[in-house]
């Protein structure tokens, strides 16, 4: 691939970009990494401006980005640390529905080209839903260019008036795993023995103890698996407010179920796995199905947001909120080693198809210089 111009428009000038992360998923979060990394390669000079813990999770100054300590939170204080490091940028790039709004609000009164990266759909309900709706309302109107990593949230960002909406090319999560050279005996049989799957199927689902990921659903599901022989166990890596909840049904309903909180070796975990299950209300890019598909670990997912799209036929889906579907699709799968087989040879093809960290780079380059380009004189 040629490289990309990064000089400012007289030339003269490295382009110097800001980035803004909120915390951020996973998934944003090694995005902004992977960027960083991409654009410092290309004489671009970055700044990320992101919480301190951040950059200790993603390495950012590692990337050769400089770091600059922003809180997550819209308070005076922060939105007056933004703005400080935005002081002289050429352009800003915020990722998030709250590092952009925060963004916005540094920026008030400037005239600096912002870029807006939405990963995701905020999941919120009732008073703070409607909030939330108003803020992405600020941001969309506010953004010289509003990137969207799944067509939905693309239509959604036109729906709330946006001015130039653009589908988003995004990397894998953890490109690098890409390069690896797929293991051909996924199961792990030190991992699975801890666990207590020796001898049972093992079924993993990987993600925050929130509503909006269907554990609820998922555990409704786990009933019917109670009459299989043997009994596959199903184990649940994360945490969250649901904890409680879902320990409570697990015990009362004495489900084939472990919630084992955040795992320090998630790869490992989902490589011992024998059907990874994502079973959310709305996903645009979610790690744990870039990580299945490239571990050729077959992965059930529901039909939603931009998961279709990244999966292709590399993947069982079902309707959100059907534990009868869900569960049929995991009995179906475990009863067919010979369609678990495609799925994995399927999900390799598929994930060869996602942009590359370089394609990725050169199309938000491009968009950059787009926006720092001299305007003609009319």
């Known amino acids: 691939?040629?490289?990309?111009?990064?000089?400012?428009?007289?030339?003269?000038?490295?382009?110097?970009?800001?980035?803004?992360?909120?915390?951020?998923?996973?998934?944003?979060?090694?995005?902004?990494?992977?960027?960083?990394?991409?654009?410092?390669?290309?004489?671009?000079?970055?700044?990320?401006?992101?919480?301190?813990e951040a950059d200790r999770a993603y390495d950012f100054s590692g990337a050769g980005a400089d770091h600059?300590?922003?809180?997550?939170?819209?308070?005076?204080?922060?939105?007056?640390?933004?703005?400080?490091?935005?002081?002289?940028?050429?352009?800003?790039?915020?990722?998030?529905?709250?590092?952009?709004?925060?963004?916005?609000?540094?920026l008030s009164g400037r005239h600096t080209p912002l870029v807006v990266t939405w990963h995701d759909r905020v999941q919120a309900e009732g008073a703070r839903a409607h909030l939330l709706r108003l803020l992405e309302r600020r941001v969309a109107r506010a953004a010289t260019v509003l990137l969207g990593t799944s067509s939905d949230l693309v239509d959604a960002a036109r729906r709330t008036g946006a001015r130039d909406v653009r589908l988003a090319g995004v990397s894998p999560a953890r490109p690098s795993r890409a390069a690896e050279p797929a293991d051909p005996d996924p199961p792990r049989p030190k991992v699975?023995?801890?666990?207590?799957?020796?001898?049972?199927?093992?079924?993993?689902?990987?993600?925050?103890?929130?509503?909006?990921r269907g554990y609820d659903v998922l555990l409704d599901a786990a009933r019917a698996w109670r009459g299989?022989?043997?009994?596959?166990?199903?184990?649940?890596?994360?945490?969250?407010?649901?904890?409680?909840?879902?320990?409570?049904?697990?015990?009362?309903?004495?489900?084939?179920?472990?919630l084992i909180g955040r795992s320090e070796d998630a790869d490992g975990l989902l490589a011992a796995a024998d059907i990874a299950l994502l079973c959310s209300r709305w996903e645009s890019r979610p790690v744990l199905a870039q990580e299945a598909l490239h571990a050729r670990v077959p992965l059930v997912a529901t039909a939603v947001g931009g998961i279709p799209d990244l999966v292709g036929e590399a993947a069982e889906l079902v309707p959100y909120g059907d534990p009868e579907a869900l569960a049929d699709a995991v009995v179906r799968l475990l009863g067919d080693p010979e369609r678990r087989e495609r799925l994995r040879d399927e999900g390799v093809r598929q994930a060869a198809g996602w942009p590359t960290e370089d394609e990725t780079v050169a199309q938000v380059l491009s968009v950059y210089d787009e926006l720092t380009q001299p305007q003609p004189i009319a």
């Not at 990309?4 to 902004?32: C, D, F, I």
């Open 68 to 106: 600059v300590h922003v809180p997550r939170s819209s308070d005076p204080a922060a939105v007056a640390a933004l703005r400080a490091a935005c002081t002289g940028a050429d352009l800003v790039h915020a990722h998030g529905l709250h590092a952009s709004f925060r963004t916005v609000l540094a």
């Open 192 to 212: 699975r023995a801890e666990l207590g799957a020796t001898g049972r199927p093992l079924l993993v689902a990987v993600g925050s103890l929130d509503r909006y």
């Open 228 to 258: 299989l022989d043997p009994v596959p166990l199903l184990v649940i890596a994360g945490e969250g407010p649901l904890r409680g909840e879902l320990t409570r049904r697990i015990e009362d309903e004495d489900l084939p179920v472990r």
């Open 1 to 52: 691939m040629s490289p990309v111009s990064s000089t400012a428009p007289h030339g003269q000038s490295p382009l110097r970009t800001v980035q803004v992360l909120g915390g951020g998923n996973a998934g944003s979060s090694a995005h902004v990494r992977s960027l960083a990394a991409g654009l410092v390669a290309r004489g671009v000079r970055v700044t990320v401006c992101a919480p301190v």
